[in-house]
């Protein structure tokens, strides 16, 4: 019963690390139906952004005051992973916007392998996982036999915070008007002044914004950090997204915390162990798209006029 | 009265077909204008040229003086210019008043509450269901929000594609109506129609376009009695 709660609450916390990333890929899905495959690897960048910002740019005097660290990293990370999505969206995509979709597709793969390696050749000592700064606070939360990291709870309060903010600034600005006109219909979006390219921008700017937030705080919760992270919870990401309904903001967040559920869960209890969460994972997948192909909150697939 | 609205010699092309040949045309200030022809002449994709959404393979498009055949789409409504298209191409899955403020978007002025109360006062209906979905709209609905959409703009001009397609007779007149209404209110209109009776009536002038090229034109009412005319369109011998 305890390993039960305590995976449950293992489970959350990964489910809001995945939501961060899953939106990422949503969003971006949403406005130029796009599945990007890098996506993972500017979650991946910006950890090893805000690592790099904790070991050249926080002073050593202040290194272990949290709330003098965490933000500076988080800015870091941050910038680190939005200039990375810039550039891949402007050098990688932008070029390839009325192509044939396979063409961005493996243009986002190759963008991926060229990350991870960029990383793994350039950063100092990337070649072997480096450890993280604990830039929180430490130790943990201990509810009767259930412990949680105080950093996996700020995992979970930044990521249900982002969640609930992105959505609000979706569903209320102008700017997030201009997103879903964009989603729904670009020809009409541009007849009523929507400049498609600072939709499509701003889109990967808030993807990217996320995921770097996600990258250091994964770092701050787990101590450690590789250049394959972003490959492995990128996918479960992605499957988070689908299974949501690509497009969907809320499916992305559900559908995160689903996966993390699955995945601690399997991990335990299931033969193999957590070498095959991935394969529970995607028997989850499948089942939901057999009866639902749109995800649980996708719209369905729709012909346009 | 100078032309608000030049078309001189535009083509088109999808691929290697050509739907539109040597279109010319011109819209006066203040004028209703309208662009009549059968299924698949070519008015559509006209007017999506003028908007920006097709380039043209030759000729100039010239808006208030200005040249605007090479200007992105999305720039093309900030100069006055606004197309409400074929199909009314509303945003479903967003609110009457979320697409009246998408209609308001390149609006920097204080004054888009106050027009949105026009359109609902225009168009009560509107006013009654702001906050439900578009998609879930009757086609007369949704053809009064498409319209009222585009006015949000304030446009010089106004191209409407079809307006009346699919409306039963009673909302074919009150879009026509409307379109006159605007028209006295100052708004100068470009008119696509297939129901070339209706378009011609309310019309200053009118183009006949047929396999893509303009093959008539004069005064709506001289086009109305032009026996080419009525027994081409409007379905006599
Ligand atoms: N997207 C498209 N691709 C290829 N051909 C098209 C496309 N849209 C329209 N056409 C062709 O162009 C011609 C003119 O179409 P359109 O402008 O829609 O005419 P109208 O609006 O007068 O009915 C037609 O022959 C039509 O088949
Ligand atoms: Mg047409």
Redesign the pocket.
Known sequence: MSTLLQQLANGVVQGALIALIALGYTMVYGIIQLINFAHGEVFMVGAYGGLATYTWIVPESVKDVWYVSLPIVLVGGVAVSVAIALLMERFAYRPLRNAPRLAPLITALGVSVFLQEFVRNFYPNATAALPFPGVFVQGQLVIGPIRVGWSGILLIGVSVLLSIALQTYINRSRMGRAMRATAQDPDTAKLMGVNPDRVIVLTFVLGAALAGVAGVLFGTYLNNINTDMGFQTGIFAFTAAVLGGVGSIRGAVVGAFIIGLVKTLAGQYMPGGTQYDYVWIFVVLILVLVFRPQGLFGEPERVRA | MSALLEVRDLSVA??A?E??RDISFTVEAGHIVSLI????????????TISGLLRPTGGEIVFDGKPIHDQPAHTILGSGLAHCP?GRRLFPRMTVEENLQLGAYVRKDDGVEADMQNVYELFPVLGERRHNKAGLFSGGEQQMLAIGRAMMSKPKLLML??PSMGLSPIMTQLIFDTIKELQKQGTTILL?E?NALAALALSDHGYV?DL?QTTLDGPGHELLADERVRAAYLGED
């Open positions: 999808y691929g077909i739907a539109v022809g059968s299924n698949g002449a070519g008015k559509t994709t006209t007017l999506r074929e594609d079809e696509v297939q376009i893509g």
